[in-house]
T-cell receptor
Framework: DAGVIQSPRHEVTEMGQEVTLRCKPI?????LFWYRQTMMRGLELLIY????????DSGMPEDRFSAKMPNASFSTLKIQPSEPRDSAVYFC???????????????FGDGTRLSIL | KNQVEQSPQSLIILEGKNCTLQ??????????LRWYKQDTGRGPVSLTI?????NTKSNGRYTATLDADTKQSSLHITASQLSDSASYIC?????????????FGRGTSLIVHP
């Protein structure tokens, strides 16, 4: 099993630019999660999908953030326009819940380290 | 407000020694508690998941306990190894059915010295 694959691993861009982070979940997993991690705030859940449908996006900080899951094997998190305070490590995770969302482990990718100058 | 507090913030131990990390929470309604290990530069890896009815769960040298009455959990590491050096994160979830509402602790940074 290849695990959750995120790209790019590192992204450095200037303020105001559009940033797109990508995630390929583990095949067969029906839940996908996007998280953000900073030194100041720790880990935060941004949004999660079930069967490609967004379930809860209450953690998305602003309208500048958007996430899509066009199919079961691909998701994107987009920031437009980006700001320096968006600098963080963004993680994608996937899980197969078999009807028990709250009892199954989530498998994390190794994250995208985003720096906005 | 839901909160998860972890202690200590950091810990240094010698290889082969045991250690215990603490997690206190005020999350309601409680659904489950997870411990993750996060190596530097990597994503978190799930160690244990416990629901209300479970008070002990083991994963190799890692043993987690849960006291739902006092809202406390601990992660005990036995015979520590250099590879145990990492951040350990406690996550308490509320929600029911298909919902997932996590509250994250800030983590305990563990360093194991030879």
């Amino acid at each position: 099993d290849a695990g959750v694959i995120q790209s790019p691993r590192h992204e450095v861009t200037e303020m105001g630019q559009e940033v797109t982070l990508r995630c390929k979940p583990i095949s067969g997993h029906d839940y996908l999660f996007w998280y953000r991690q900073t030194m100041m705030r720790g880990l935060e859940l941004l949004i999660y999908f079930n069967n490609n449908v967004p379930i809860d996006d209450s953690g998305m900080p602003e309208d500048r953030f958007s996430a899509k899951m066009p199919n079961a094997s691909f998701s994107t998190l987009k920031i437009q326009p980006s700001e320096p305070r968006d600098s963080a490590v963004y993680f994608c995770a996937s899980s197969t819940q078999r009807g028990q969302l709250l009892r199954q482990p989530q498998h994390f990718g190794d994250g995208t380290r985003l720096s906005i100058l | 407000k839901n909160q998860v507090e972890q202690s200590p913030q950091s810990l240094i131990i010698l290889e082969g020694k045991n250690c215990t990390l603490q997690c206190n929470y005020t999350v309601s309604p409680f659904s489950n508690l997870r411990w993750y290990k996060q190596d530097t530069g990597r994503g978190p890896v799930s160690l244990t998941i416990m629901t209300f009815s479970e008070n002990t769960k083991s994963n190799g040298r890692y043993t987690a306990t849960l006291d739902a009455d006092t809202k406390q959990s601990s992660l005990h590491i036995t015979a520590s190894q250099l590879s145990d050096s990492a951040s350990y994160i406690c996550v308490v979830s509320s929600g029911s059915g298909g919902s997932y509402i996590p509250t994250f602790g800030r983590g305990t940074s563990l360093i194991v010295h030879p």
